[in-house]
C-alpha cells in the first residue's frame, strides 16, 4: 500500500497501492464499498472532516477530489510541478493543504478548488504536511530534513 486514510466519521477506509488502484472499504468489515474510477495514480489520500470528500494527491501533480458517495471525481487542483506526496484537510472543511516533490507547500480553497497560497522554503521534496486544529498552523516535512512551521491560516 502506498497510502490509507480512515474517514473521519469511522465508517470507512481509503487504500491505493502500486496497482494504482483506489478502493474504499467498510471498516468494521473491510467489505469494497466502491473502486474509484479514473486517475487513481496516487501517493497520498485523504478525508474531508465530514467526510463526504476523498482528496488524492497524484504521480502526475495534481490533487483529485472524489465524493465518497457516489464515487465521481468531482474536482481536480492543479498548480504542483511534480508529484503529490501529502494531502490534508483543514478541521473546518474549508481548505486543503498539500506538499510535492516540487518542493512546495500549497493551500487549496475546497469551495472555488483555486489555490490561496504557495509556500517555499524547502531545499527538496516535501514528504508530510499536517495543520493544527484551529487552522492556524501549518507544518511541512521535507526529504531536506528540514520542517517547517507556516503561520498563515486564520
Known amino acids: ?3 490509507v486514510a480512515i474517514s ?8 491505493v497501492g502500486l496497482e494504482q488502484q483506489l478502493r474504499i472499504r467498510q471498516l468494521e468489515t473491510g467489505k469494497l464499498r466502491r473502486s474509484l474510477k479514473g486517475n487513481c495514480a496516487a501517493l497520498s489520500v485523504a478525508f474531508s472532516p465530514d467526510s463526504q470528500i476523498l482528496a488524492t494527491g497524484g504521480y502526475d501533480g ?3 477530489l472524489w465524493n465518497v458517495t457516489t464515487g465521481q471525481e468531482i474536482g481536480k487542483l ?4 511534480d508529484r503529490v506526496s501529502s494531502v490534508i484537510f483543514s478541521p473546518d472543511n474549508k481548505t486543503l493543504i498539500s506538499g510535492s516533490w516540487d518542493k512546495t507547500v500549497r493551500v487549496w480553497e475546497i469551495d472555488t478548488q483555486q489555490p490561496i497560497s504557495t509556500l517555499t522554503g524547502h531545499l527538496d521534496a516535501v514528504l508530510t504536511v499536517a495543520v493544527s ?3 492556524k498552523t501549518i507544518i511541512s516535512g521535507g526529504a531536506d530534513y528540514s520542517m517547517n512551521l507556516w503561520q ?3
Open 152 to 154: 498563515i491560516l486564520g
Open 133 to 135: 486544529p484551529d487552522r
Open 8 to 15: 473521519k466519521d469511522s465508517q470507512c477506509f481509503a487504500a
Open 78 to 81: 492543479e498548480g504542483h510541478g
Open 62 to 64: 495534481t490533487i483529485r
Open 1 to 3: 500500500m502506498l497510502a
